[in-house]
């Protein structure tokens, strides 16, 4: 299989997981911290100035959320493999690595630098605990998704044998992260 095509399904496998997980926590947040989390906010800040968002009603507006939500989960993911070639080591341990590096490059670098929300720094802990989690389970499981998609065989899914261009590791964690 194609590996950014592999990414792609596997960063959506993530958003499914990711959303799961962010509304199980989002109900353990402190209630002076359940405003909309970032996805809501992100959409509303960047769609609501064309109007379209006036124009939908609540359940529409959740669904673009979420089309918007899984649309970036899978376009990340479609770029996971050729950081995990280049990384190496356990699918999961690379995913999740990736999926902080996500968060930091989203929420510390280009949605605070192009005005959308203000860095993670100024959000309340607890919220920045949660996204920081959901970006775990994210990246763990777009990571092991992505290595089973590209493996050909039970071995480089397993752990056996590297991608082709994966940076030579011990066989204990060599696989397609």
Same mark, same amino acid.
Do not use: C
């Given at each position: ?73 899978? @376009? $990340? ?8 070639? /280049?990384? &190496? #080591?356990? =699918? ?53 998704? @992505? $290595? ?8 480089? /899914?397993? &752990? #056996?044998? =590297? ?15």
């Amino acid at each position: 299989m194609n590996h950014s095509v592999a990414g792609a399904i596997a960063g959506l496998a993530g958003t499914v997981a990711m959303t799961a997980a962010m509304r199980a926590m989002f109900r353990a947040l402190p209630e002076k911290d359940r405003y909309p989390l970032p996805p809501r906010l992100i959409t509303d800040r960047v769609v609501g100035p064309t109007g379209l968002m006036d124009a939908l009603d609540e359940p529409e507006r959740r669904d673009l959320t979420l089309a918007l939500h899984y649309g970036y989960g899978a @376009a $990340a993911g479609a770029l996971y493999p050729v950081v995990a070639r /280049r990384v &190496g #080591g356990p =699918a999961v341990v690379t995913g999740i690595g990736y999926g902080l590096a996500v968060w930091g490059a989203s929420y510390l670098g280009w949605i605070p630098a192009m005005r959308i929300l203000t860095p993670a720094t100024q959000h309340p802990r607890a919220r920045n605990g949660l996204m920081l989690a959901a970006h775990v389970v994210w990246g763990g499981v777009t990571g092991v998704t @992505a $290595a089973f998609l590209v493996g050909g065989k039970k071995e480089d /899914r397993s &752990g #056996g044998e =590297a991608m082709e261009g994966a940076r030579e590791s011990p066989p204990v964690i060599r696989e397609l992260a």
